[in-house]
């Protein structure tokens, strides 16, 4: 990753990894709230994070360009396996 840039860097891991014959995925932070939304709003959320899980990689590109309402929060957290609720404080 030598040259790349900050914004370059994700996807040059990915592509990377990809020619090492590594299964990837790489999508935005946003579009993969969408889709664990979506995934909640149909009842199957469970199973689209252990579809998510699959995969070896997940390249997230543009983690903290937006802000996400709480719901869609906790959504990308359950994705990248932070649990807050031990650190909620009591």
């Known amino acids: 990753m030598e040259g790349a840039t900050a914004d370059e860097r994700p996807s040059v891991a990915v592509g990377a990894a990809a020619q090492q014959g590594r299964r990837v995925l790489f999508a935005s932070a946003s579009d993969s709230v969408i889709r664990l939304g979506e995934a909640h709003g149909r009842?199957?959320?469970?199973?689209?994070?252990?579809?998510l899980r699959r995969y070896p990689l997940l390249g997230i590109d543009a983690v903290g360009y937006l802000p996400f309402e709480p719901d869609a929060a906790r959504l990308f957290l359950q994705l990248v396996g932070v649990d807050l609720s031990s650190r909620a404080p009591k």
């Open 43 to 51: 009842g199957e959320l469970p199973q689209e994070l252990a579809r």
